[in-house]
């Protein structure tokens, strides 16, 4: 099973995972933290292993958790194996471009997709429409990662019977 990122966690407000375990803050059992990577020097660095530590501060309790990325080299199947994952829980705003195709007598279907997606707190800013392409420029502001908001978009296109043929999210 491979999990995590060898990415550098991010100083945001998120829940932070080692192995896929939930760290927790000692102190008030809350698991929301904001973490710091912190400098240490290393006497004797070791073949494939990471010396980063992070220093987490709990978004509840103020108290510092502090925890070392145990990322590792994994040599009999030559590849690292990441230990860290972060879920950032901070509201982010994104911008939304989705071209489709619809039917020249398709007005209920735009419709019914437009409606969709202001129902899911999308605000629908432009739409240019010509033939049987349509282009909707859009933003969101949403707590959820970006592959999750594309799914939203993907399944009430594909419930409605709408082509995507490209959607842009950044
Ligand atoms: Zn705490």
Not at 100 to 117: E, M, P, Q, V
Not at 136 to 148: G, K
């Amino acid at each position: 099973m491979m999990s995590g990122t060898d990415e550098s966690l991010r100083p945001q407000k998120s829940r932070i995972t080692i192995f896929d375990e939930p760290i927790i803050c000692n102190f008030c059992t809350h698991n929301v933290f904001i973490p710091y990577e912190i400098y240490v020097n290393v006497e004797q660095p070791g073949i494939g292993v990471r010396h980063v530590r992070y220093i987490a501060i709990c978004q509840h309790c103020g108290q510092a958790k502090n925890f070392s990325d145990p990322s590792y080299y994994d040599a009999e199947n030559d590849t690292f194996i990441w230990a860290l994952n972060q879920y950032l829980i901070s509201v982010r705003e994104y911008k939304i471009k989705i071209i489709f195709y619809i039917g020249k007598r398709s007005d209920d279907k735009l419709t019914a997709f437009l409606n969709k997606l202001i129902e899911q707190n999308i605000e629908v800013e432009n739409v240019h429409r010509v033939k049987t392409e349509v282009i909707v420029l859009a933003t969101i502001s949403s707590l959820n990662e970006i592959q999750t908001v594309r799914s939203t978009i993907m399944n009430s296109a594909m419930r409605l019977n709408v082509t995507i043929k490209n959607l842009i999210i950044k």
